[in-house]
C-alpha cells in the first residue's frame, strides 16, 4: 500500500532512507521542472533542488506532521530560486533570453511532423515570446503563476510557501495574468485565440 | 456581482480549482456581461498559451548527487556561528553602537579647521576689502587743500591729517 507523504516522512525520522528515496523519486521530477521554469538554466536548477531535497533530510529530526510535504518542500525550493535569482550568482552562467534552449529539445513540440516549416517557426516564436512573458514577471509573480500553473496545488498551499494570504494570492495571480495576457496580445492570432483549450 | 469581485473567480473557473457553487456564479455572471466574457476569453488564451512553456526532466545522475551529498559532514561554522543566533544578534549589535560611540568620540584635531572662521584669516580679509582705501592713505592724508574743503572737519576726526 502506497504511503502518504506524512507517514514516509516520519520514517526517514526515525531513520529509514528508503521513505527519503520514495519521496526523492515522487518529486524530483516537478521539483526540479519547477526550479528550472524559474530559474531557466538546468545546472542550477539541479542544484537547487538537490540542496531542497538536503535541507529536508537534515531537518528530518525536527519534522512534526503539521502542514501538507509539498508545502513545505516547494517553500524551501521558491526561497532558495528567489535568493538564486536575487544574489545574481549565477548570472555569469546564464544563457541570454534569446539564446538556445538548454534541453537539447525543440522549444515547442509540434505535433503533426508534417506541417510547413513556415508553421514550424511561428510556433517556435510563439513559446520563445512564451518564455520571455513569463520570465518578464517579476519574480514572486512568476513563482505563484507557476506553481498555479503546473503544480497539483490548492490556493490555500501556495499562499502558505509563498508566505502571503490567499487573498493576495489571488490578486497576485489575476494580476500576473493580466499582464501576460497584455504582454502576449501581438500573438492574438494564436495566443488570444478563444477557446483553444482549457488546461485542466 | 461586479465585475471587479469576479477577476479571482474567472481564474479559479478556468483552471478547475472553482467550487461548484463558484462556477455556477461565474456563468451567471458571464451570460449578461460582454466585457467579463471577453476577459475570460483572453485568460483561458493566456492559460493554454503557457503549456508551451518547456520544462526538463532531472539528469540521470540527479539521486546519485542527493545521496553523496546526504552523506557529506555539514559545514563547520565559525566560532562565532556556533553561537545562538539571538546572541549572535546581540554582539553584532553592541559592536555596532562601540563603533558609533567610537566615531563621535574622535578627537577634533583629526578633523580639518573651518577655513573662513580663523582670526588671521578675517584679519586679511579685512585688508583685502580695504585695500584701495589704504593704497590712497599717505596721498589723501597729506593733501593740502583737503583741510579747505567743507566737511574736511568730520574727515580730519576720524583720519587726522598730519
Given at each position: 500500500m502506497a504511503s502518504t507523504d506524512v507517514e514516509l516522512m516520519l520514517g526517514v525520522k526515525a531513520g529509514d532512507e528508503t521513505?527519503?528515496?520514495h519521496l526523492l523519486e515522487k518529486y524530483r521530477t516537478p521539483l526540479v521542472g519547477f526550479l528550472y521554469r524559474m530559474v531557466r538554466d538546468r545546472a542550477t536548477a539541479e542544484d537547487l533542488a538537490q540542496e531542497a531535497f538536503l535541507r529536508v533530510f537534515?531537518?528530518?529530526k525536527n519534522y512534526a506532521p503539521g502542514a501538507k510535504f509539498t508545502t513545505w518542500l516547494f517553500r524551501i525550493a521558491t526561497n532558495l530560486a528567489l535568493n538564486s535569482l536575487r544574489d545574481g550568482r549565477r548570472r555569469q552562467r546564464e544563457v541570454s533570453i534569446d539564446g538556445p534552449e538548454q534541453t537539447g529539445q525543440p522549444l515547442l513540440e509540434v505535433a503533426d511532423p508534417g506541417a510547413a516549416i513556415e508553421e514550424k517557426l511561428v510556433e517556435r516564436d510563439r513559446?520563445?515570446?512564451?518564455?520571455?512573458?513569463v520570465q518578464a514577471l517579476p519574480e514572486k509573480q512568476r513563482?505563484?503563476?507557476?506553481?498555479?500553473?503546473?503544480?497539483?496545488?490548492?490556493?490555500?498551499e501556495i499562499a502558505r510557501i509563498l508566505g502571503c494570504s490567499e487573498s493576495a494570492l489571488k490578486s497576485l495571480l489575476f494580476r500576473a495574468h493580466e499582464t501576460l495576457r497584455t504582454r502576449l496580445e501581438?500573438?492574438?492570432p494564436h495566443a488570444a485565440r478563444p477557446g483553444k483549450g482549457e488546461g485542466r | 456581482m461586479k465585475c471587479e469581485a469576479m477577476e479571482a473567480l474567472?481564474?479559479?473557473?478556468i483552471d478547475g480549482r472553482a467550487s461548484t457553487e463558484e462556477r455556477e456564479r461565474v456563468a451567471g455572471h458571464l451570460a449578461r456581461c460582454e466585457a467579463c466574457t471577453r476577459r475570460m476569453e483572453q485568460l483561458k488564451a493566456t492559460w493554454s498559451a503557457l503549456d508551451a512553456l518547456p520544462s526538463i526532466e532531472p539528469s540521470a545522475w540527479f539521486d546519485t548527487r542527493v545521496r553523496a551529498r546526504m552523506r557529506e559532514p555539514l559545514p563547520k561554522a565559525g566560532r562565532l556561528g556556533r553561537l545562538p543566533a539571538g546572541l549572535r544578534w546581540y554582539l553584532t549589535a553592541a559592536a555596532l553602537i562601540a563603533l558609533a560611540i567610537w566615531i563621535s568620540l574622535r578627537p577634533p584635531a583629526s578633523r580639518p579647521a573651518p577655513v573662513a572662521k580663523s582670526p588671521q584669516n578675517q584679519q586679511d580679509f579685512a585688508v583685502i576689502q580695504n585695500l584701495p582705501e589704504l593704497e590712497n592713505y599717505d596721498v589723501i592724508s597729506n593733501f593740502e587743500a583737503l583741510p579747505a574743503l567743507p566737511g574736511a572737519q568730520s574727515v580730519g576726526n576720524s583720519q587726522p591729517v598730519e
Amino acid at each position: 500500500m502506497a504511503s502518504t507523504d506524512v507517514e514516509l516522512m516520519l520514517g526517514v525520522k526515525a531513520g529509514d532512507e528508503t521513505c527519503f528515496e520514495h519521496l526523492l523519486e515522487k518529486y524530483r521530477t516537478p521539483l526540479v521542472g519547477f526550479l528550472y521554469r524559474m530559474v531557466r538554466d538546468r545546472a542550477t536548477a539541479e542544484d537547487l533542488a538537490q540542496e531542497a531535497f538536503l535541507r529536508v533530510f537534515r531537518a528530518r529530526k525536527n519534522y512534526a506532521p503539521g502542514a501538507k510535504f509539498t508545502t513545505w518542500l516547494f517553500r524551501i525550493a521558491t526561497n532558495l530560486a528567489l535568493n538564486s535569482l536575487r544574489d545574481g550568482r549565477r548570472r555569469q552562467r546564464e544563457v541570454s533570453i534569446d539564446g538556445p534552449e538548454q534541453t537539447g529539445q525543440p522549444l515547442l513540440e509540434v505535433a503533426d511532423p508534417g506541417a510547413a516549416i513556415e508553421e514550424k517557426l511561428v510556433e517556435r516564436d510563439r513559446a520563445k515570446a512564451i518564455r520571455q512573458a513569463v520570465q518578464a514577471l517579476p519574480e514572486k509573480q512568476r513563482a505563484a503563476v507557476l506553481l498555479h500553473k503546473y503544480q497539483d496545488l490548492g490556493y490555500a498551499e501556495i499562499a502558505r510557501i509563498l508566505g502571503c494570504s490567499e487573498s493576495a494570492l489571488k490578486s497576485l495571480l489575476f494580476r500576473a495574468h493580466e499582464t501576460l495576457r497584455t504582454r502576449l496580445e501581438p500573438l492574438a492570432p494564436h495566443a488570444a485565440r478563444p477557446g483553444k483549450g482549457e488546461g485542466r | 456581482m461586479k465585475c471587479e469581485a469576479m477577476e479571482a473567480l474567472l481564474l479559479a473557473a478556468i483552471d478547475g480549482r472553482a467550487s461548484t457553487e463558484e462556477r455556477e456564479r461565474v456563468a451567471g455572471h458571464l451570460a449578461r456581461c460582454e466585457a467579463c466574457t471577453r476577459r475570460m476569453e483572453q485568460l483561458k488564451a493566456t492559460w493554454s498559451a503557457l503549456d508551451a512553456l518547456p520544462s526538463i526532466e532531472p539528469s540521470a545522475w540527479f539521486d546519485t548527487r542527493v545521496r553523496a551529498r546526504m552523506r557529506e559532514p555539514l559545514p563547520k561554522a565559525g566560532r562565532l556561528g556556533r553561537l545562538p543566533a539571538g546572541l549572535r544578534w546581540y554582539l553584532t549589535a553592541a559592536a555596532l553602537i562601540a563603533l558609533a560611540i567610537w566615531i563621535s568620540l574622535r578627537p577634533p584635531a583629526s578633523r580639518p579647521a573651518p577655513v573662513a572662521k580663523s582670526p588671521q584669516n578675517q584679519q586679511d580679509f579685512a585688508v583685502i576689502q580695504n585695500l584701495p582705501e589704504l593704497e590712497n592713505y599717505d596721498v589723501i592724508s597729506n593733501f593740502e587743500a583737503l583741510p579747505a574743503l567743507p566737511g574736511a572737519q568730520s574727515v580730519g576726526n576720524s583720519q587726522p591729517v598730519e
